[in-house]
């Protein structure tokens, strides 16, 4: 738990003097004890002054005061430190899952990263801003407490230290099955958030296929199994915060029947026996709430172990030590290259094969490049590496001459930007979410109404307008208030608004309709001048974009072309396209495109085999 001293430090000062304040009260609550012995041993058994009495009594009021005047202290001294260091590491927990590579963020379910955001660190602060601090001012408290017991009868406090010894082994046999109970009830809490996040996510598919039962039943399995665990958790404190009570009390029995015989004995003064076990009735306090306290210390540790493994996850895409900058583009754009690609997913079954296995592709300045290849070939992938959402496993993809890897992410994001087939919009208006990829400080507001304007223009987006307050409109949770068309525009929109010399475009306009997908081309091709494009083609009407295609087939281009030429002399190019579809633009709605294409089998069925490639 060192570790939280990285964000607990500049809150230490606080912690440190409400535990003192702490502490204070604590130590005070032993004090008065002492002043009864004082009493009962003088005024009371040696008839002294009345006067002497009110007096005591007048002190043990002072203390009382005195102790719930620095319980009042600790309060306001820890009450802020714990919510700034919650924050503070919540912001930093935040700002490393912004940086933390794609890869990373397809293994982790949400829920768990929400978990961790959430629950993990309202325990942590819970914990440190009353945990720690009774923690040790409880145990300070039980050893000074222990300590005055035996200096006022040293008899009774062997026996009482000796009856309170196996507590100190129960507390290590709780601390060993409390931990892993523990830990495994937040991570439970974390699949829990995952269910609800998910369901909720597709919530239109549970209930398009009425699943809805089936969801709450899978739900209510999970919701079992954390309070089983739950339940284990409070069982396993029970018994231990039970031999906490018991075993202090039990043996202040067998003490008090001592004491008396010891005092009969003359061996220990009445004073002394009152206040031995005055004393003790302060110290079972804190030795009770010693279980509570373990409890809260291990659920805490176990919470900080989850924050700090997302935190501590190593970036594999992370920014060069030193950084190269990319060098001015040619006035027609940038020239892009892969050379030898390699790539494969983390955690990949060893067996299977690269996703891309030596693929080596050149996209000229300027150029319009369309990626064509059956389903699950890879071309989103080989998309996603230019702007290095992931980093090749092999060989390397170079803007400008420069191997994106050497550039700062930064730089980089700011000359390529992406559109992806599902479209992500922000519960933000619609000329926020255009501008998402513009420096704002950087132009004018009108150059950025300008550009905004031009840009959903260029997307074919003038529905816009037609929305309740323009532009303006905040649109809702990941644009679900927009159909997937309109969506698509958008983010469309936001790619050529970032004014990039790289755009990758993964198959941004397969939502439209085919005389708005003709019209966004058009317009695209107009503008496009002076950026390089890779487009993801996910149907023929999109290749129409492209100055050339290139086939992706087994992890490798095996060609790039022009449309018409690959057409002729490249099977699996036809093959593809016939498993695209035919091109309503192009293809009369009786024909089909087999026909068009003079394949020389059928195509377009079932279980049709698939012809080799040849360049
Ligand atoms: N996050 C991931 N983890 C592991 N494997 C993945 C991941 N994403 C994709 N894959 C695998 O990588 C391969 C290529 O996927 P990719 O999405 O690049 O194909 P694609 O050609 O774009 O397919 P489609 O045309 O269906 O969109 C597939 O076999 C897929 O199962």
């Known amino acids: 738990m060192a570790r939280l001293l990285r964000w607990a430090r500049p809150a230490l000062p606080r912690i440190a003097a409400g535990g003192v304040a702490s502490l204070g009260a604590s130590l005070l609550a032993l004090a008065v004890p002492q002043v009864l012995r004082e009493v009962v041993n003088g005024p009371l058994l040696t008839e002294g002054s009345p006067g002497a009495v009110v007096q005591a009594a007048g002190l043990v009021l002072a203390l009382g005061v005195l102790e719930a005047l620095l319980v009042w202290c600790r309060r306001a001294f820890i009450l802020t430190p714990g919510t700034t260091v919650e924050r503070e590491m919540r ?3 935040f700002g490393r899952l912004l940086e933390l590579p794609v890869a990373f963020h397809d293994r982790w379910p949400g829920g768990q990263l929400l978990s961790r955001a959430m629950s993990d660190l309202g325990m942590v602060r819970r914990w440190l801003a009353f945990g ?5 001012v409880s145990a300070t408290t039980a050893v000074v407490g222990v300590g005055l017991m035996l200096a006022t009868a040293w008899q009774l406090g062997l026996v009482y230290l000796v009856g309170a010894a196996p507590v100190a082994w129960l507390g290590f046999r709780f601390r060993e099955d409390y931990k892993a109970v523990a830990r495994q009830a937040r991570d439970q809490a974390g699949d829990l958030a995952t269910t609800v996040e998910e369901s909720v996510h597709g919530i239109r598919v549970l209930k398009a296929f009425g699943r809805g039962g089936d969801a709450l039943e899978d739900f209510a399995r999970q919701a079992e199994d954390l309070r089983s665990t739950e339940i284990h958790k409070a069982r396993t404190l029970s018994r231990v915060s039970f031999a906490l009570g018991a075993l202090p009390e039990a043996v202040l029995a067998v003490s008090l029947g001592l004491g008396v015989w010891l005092a009969a004995e003359d061996a220990v003064s009445v004073g002394a026996l009152v206040a031995f076990f005055a004393t003790a009735a302060v110290v079972n306090g804190p030795v009770e709430r010693l279980g509570q306290l373990l409890a809260m210390t291990l659920d805490a540790r176990a919470a900080l172990d989850r924050y700090i493994e997302v935190v501590d996850t190593p970036n594999a895409v992370g920014d060069p030590a030193a950084p190269r900058a990319l060098p001015e583009p040619a006035a027609r754009g940038s020239r892009v290259v892969l050379a030898d690609v390699r790539f494969r997913h983390p955690g990949a079954p060893p067996q299977s094969r690269d996703v891309l296995d030596g693929v080596d592709l050149e996209v000229e300045p300027g150029e ?31 803007v400008d001459g420069v191997d994106v890897r050497d550039v700062e992410r930064a730089e980089l994001r700011r000359a390529v930007a992406v559109a992806f087939e599902d479209p ?13 990829g513009v420096d704002a400080d950087a132009i004018s507001p009108e150059a950025a109404e300008a550009l905004v304007r031009e840009s959903l223009d260029v997307a074919s987006a003038g529905f816009v307008d037609a929305l309740p307050h323009g532009l303006d409109t905040v649109i809702g949770e990941e644009g679900l208030s927009l159909s997937g068309g309109q969506r698509q525009r958008i983010a469309l929109a936001r790619a050529i608004a970032a004014r990039p010399r790289v755009l990758v475009l993964d198959d941004p306009l397969s939502a439209l309709d085919v005389a708005t997908e003709a019209a966004v081309t058009a317009r695209l091709r107009a503008t496009l001048t002076g950026t390089t494009t890779l487009v993801v083609a996910h149907r023929p009407s999109t290749v129409a974009l492209a100055d050339r295609v290139a086939v992706l087939e087994d992890g490798r281009v095996t060609g790039v072309g022009k449309h018409s030429d690959l057409l002729a002399r490249h099977a699996h190019y036809r093959y593809v396209l016939t498993a ?6 192009e293809v009369p709605p009786q024909d089909s495109l087999s026909g068009l294409l003079d394949l020389d089998e059928p195509v377009g069925g079932a279980g049709r085999s698939r012809p080799g490639a040849e360049r």
């Open 132 to 136: 720690l601090v009774m923690l040790v």
């Open 368 to 398: 319009t490049l369309a990626l064509v290849g059956l389903t699950g070939s890879g071309k989103s992938t080989l998309a996603q590496l230019v702007p290095r959402l992931y980093d090749v496993t092999g060989g390397a993809v170079l």
């Open 424 to 436: 992500i919009l922000f519960s933000a208006s619609v000329r926020e979410n255009v501008l998402l």
């Open 91 to 93: 912001t930093d927990l």
């Open 580 to 585: 695209l579809g035919p091109d309503p633009r």
